[in-house]
């Protein structure tokens, strides 16, 4: 069990060095020796029951993965010190980078990992570091069930397929589903992923969208998605005062997919035209006269694109600021890409679900940590006539 851990974040840091970012690796290390270090204090403090914990110092690490700014746990007595730590005042220390960068970035069998820490004189067993992965899981359950903003501007929803052991022992298919959202004063967070066996269900979305309500959010904008089935319907019954964005690059995909080469260009280059007119009513018009120009040649593929023809331009409804964040689901698409290089490193499949959140909780929560402390700056300029829009929009349930 515990090489799996290694496994997940070694892919998810070998994806961080690809792109050059060594704050990136840095980040990692920090939540890994956070956690280590708190791991180790709560097992000394079960040999000492007159003892309790004592909170927190920060403290800066030069190490060779960066400055690490770190925060070492106390005790009530005064006694405990990390032996992950190098001597008292001495802010470096060569075997500390060793430990990280092979608990990191080597995949580690159990009995490797156990000897790696026999040498280095430190205090961890295999069930030791079963109980770390357990301290991790439980951070993830925290992130993924934490209160949510009651309102927001725009959630993005995607679904992403993999494959992971099941309780059977056995490699099955799953899919993940993610929610970023953006809430009123712009800022971009993980509201949520769920994981499922099987494919997508319409039953999914009741579960998922119900579980963000109970979580506090109420009042949503404008939700964007693929054209998943039955979530639209779930929308309607759940957000009915959300607008609900199909992602107009997937349809422009879809277009060349069903269309011949040709009629797939032209198409494509009358939407762009189309698009540039920025009135919702008359783009709406103007798409349904399009689509009829091609009905009899593709009459299934056309009539799919009418049924959803107002959700395809729903980002016209907001501020042209924005538009460019709005009309797509590339936004939750650039974060599902590094699950899937977390996912191609750790040996094409997870070895559990639990072994999944562990790596999602530490994916998301470096990105939120590290990427999306300031709000999007298009979110803020517009910010006026965002709230303009939500106090016209849910002026009922506001008063």
Known sequence: MTQNIVLNIEGLLEEISNVGSQREISDLGVILLNALMKKERDLRLKEDLENKGNGFYERQLVSELGKLNISIPRDRKGEFRSSLLP??????????????????LCSYSPNQIKNLFSHMNLPYSSEQLEELKEELYKKAKEFRTRELPSESVVIYIDAYHTEIKNE???????????????????????????????????????????????????RVLLIVSDNFSGLSAAIKSLFPKSD??????????????????????????????????????????????????????YMH?????????????????????????????NPIENV?????????????????????????YVLFSGIQDRKWKKPIPAFRKALYEINQLFAFRFRESLS
């Open 87 to 104: 001597e008292p005042w001495q802010r470096y220390e060569e075997s500390h980078k060793d430990l990280m960068t092979k608990l990191i």
């Open 168 to 218: 059977e022992n056995k490699v099955s298919k799953a899919v993940v589903y993610s929610i970023l959202g953006v809430d009123m004063e712009g800022h971009k967070s993980i509201y949520g992923y769920y994981t499922f066996f099987g494919s997508e269900t319409k039953e999914d979305w009741l579960v998922i969208l119900n579980d963000l309500i109970y979580r506090g959010l109420k």
């Open 244 to 297: 609900h964005q199909l992602c107009y690059v997937h349809m422009q995909r879809n277009v060349r997919r069903n269309m011949s080469k040709e009629d797939a260009r032209e198409f494509n280059n009358q939407l762009s035209i189309l698009r540039k007119k920025k009135d919702f009513d008359s783009i709406v018009a103007e798409f349904e006269k399009l689509c009829h120009e091609y009905i009899k040649k």
């Open 301 to 329: 593929f056309i009539k799919g694109l009418l049924k959803n023809k107002n959700l395809y331009f729903a980002f016209l409804k907001y501020p042209e600021s924005i538009q460019k964040n709005i009309y797509t689901t």
């Open 336 to 360: 599902n890409s590094r699950i899937e290089v977390t996912r191609v490193k750790a040996g094409g499949y997870f070895q559990s679900v639990k072994t999944l959140e562990i790596s999602l």
